[in-house]
Every structure is written in structure tokens, then in C-alpha cells.
């Protein structure tokens, strides 16, 4: 099997969409680009935890099936527009997570009000105008409004959380929803909500390159300036 590994890693990362409240049932799609340009992909109408290996898609650029019985998500024509125009992108992920996408129907964007946000999505997460599904406006306005961010919020639709891995992508779209539920909550209770000014959100962008296993230390200069 061709990327046994990596599309085991695909479908993990559908049931952890579940895990995390950002999917119900088959919504959605997870999608990884291989280091030689072939793309994995979701099934269409799958409930992840029905998933197996096999079922996850190899296909080409073109969106030709290389490898895999079933039919690849609907919105591929969407993914492979991104994998095209966002050449840095390597994993993109769709939900229809609901507190984003409550954002989206009230606000043109969601500003960075708590660290985990810019952590994650390296800044603020645009609000772009409505795309249906299986349509290539989803890459489109992913493509045109994310900028130097890792997230859109599609308005009436849900979220593209985008990656230079798989793991980067999941983080985006987590995190997102995270910032968002803390978002319609703080506005249930005033107007005013707090924002990190600019040189927070950079301050949290680029300690989170240092989070994790494996990493280079902090520089000093970074951490006593984020201490």
C-alpha cells in the first residue's frame, strides 16, 4: 500500500476532528501532500471512525486517483486549488466547527484575544464570503484571504485550517475553535472585548516555534521578553 503510514496519520487526524467537537458525522476532510506531490485525501460521506487505511485516497495534483476504491472527498477541487496556489501548504483541513462559524455570521474577522490564537494560526483569522461545498471558490477565498495565517472562516460554512504538516494544520483549526468559544463568550457579556495589540501577537507566533518536543531552546532575548 502506497503512504501506509501517512494515511493512517490522515485518518487519525479525521477522528480527532470528531474528538474535538470541530466535525459531526462525515463532515468535513483532511488532506496531507506527500514530499513527492502525490495528495492524500478523506473519503466522501465517511464517518471517520468507520474509516479504515485503505480508505483514505492517494490521487495527483489533477486530482487523478493513484491509489484507493473510493471516491475522494467532494471538495477536492477546492483542496488541490490550494495545494496549487499555497506551495509552503502541505496538510488542509475543513470542519464546519461551530463557534468559528458562529463568528463568521457577526464579524469580518477574529481578532487575536487570547495567545493560543496567533500561537496557532500566526494572527488574526479572516472572514471570507460564502463558498457552497464541492465548489473551487472554497480555495479560492481560502487562497486570497489567508494571507500570512494558517485559517479562514468561510462565512455560513465552517473553517480551512492550513499547514506545513498535518499536525500544524490540526493545531490551526483547534486552537481556532478555542479562540472562538472564548470570543462568543466574552461578547455574551459586553461589548468590548479585549485584543492583543500587534507586538503580542507576534510575541505569540513566534514563542510557539519553540513549543513542543524536539525544538531548538528559546533565544534569550525572546524569553525575557515574553516572562
Known amino acids: 500500500m ?13 477522528t480527532k476532528l470528531d474528538r474535538y467537537g470541530l466535525i459531526a458525522l462525515s463532515g468535513g476532510n483532511v488532506s496531507l501532500r506527500m514530499p513527492t ?35 475522494p472527498s467532494v471538495d477536492t477541487i477546492a483542496l488541490l486549488y490550494i495545494f496549487k496556489h499555497m506551495p509552503h501548504i502541505n496538510s488542509v483541513i475543513h470542519t464546519h466547527q461551530p463557534y468559528a462559524s458562529a463568528v463568521g455570521l457577526v464579524a469580518d474577522e477574529l481578532p487575536c484575544i487570547v495567545t493560543t490564537l496567533p500561537n496557532a494560526t500566526k494572527g488574526p483569522v479572516k472572514v471570507c464570503p460564502f463558498s457552497s461545498a464541492a465548489s473551487i471558490d472554497m480555495g479560492i477565498q481560502t487562497v486570497e484571504n489567508a494571507g500570512d495565517t494558517l485559517a479562514v472562516i468561510l462565512k ?14 490540526l493545531y490551526s483549526c483547534v486552537y481556532l475553535e478555542e479562540a472562538a468559544k472564548t470570543y462568543v463568550y466574552a461578547h455574551s457579556m459586553s461589548d468590548r472585548v479585549a485584543c492583543l495589540n500587534p507586538e503580542q501577537v507576534h510575541q505569540a507566533a513566534e514563542t510557539f516555534k519553540y513549543y513542543g518536543q524536539g525544538k531548538l531552546p528559546m533565544p534569550e532575548n525572546l524569553r525575557k521578553t515574553v516572562l
Not at 4 to 13: F, N, T
Not at 48 to 67: A, F, H, P, R
Not at 156 to 169: C, N, Y
Open 2 to 14: 502506497l503512504f501506509e503510514k501517512e494515511r493512517e496519520e490522515v485518518r487519525i487526524a479525521g
Open 37 to 71: 506531490g502525490e495528495i492524500l485525501v478523506t473519503p466522501s460521506g465517511m464517518i471517520y471512525e468507520d474509516m479504515t487505511t485503505s480508505d483514505v485516497l492517494v490521487i495527483d495534483i489533477e486530482g487523478k486517483i493513484i491509489e484507493g476504491g473510493r471516491s
Open 156 to 169: 455560513s460554512h465552517g473553517v480551512i485550517a492550513l499547514g506545513t504538516s498535518l499536525k500544524e494544520a
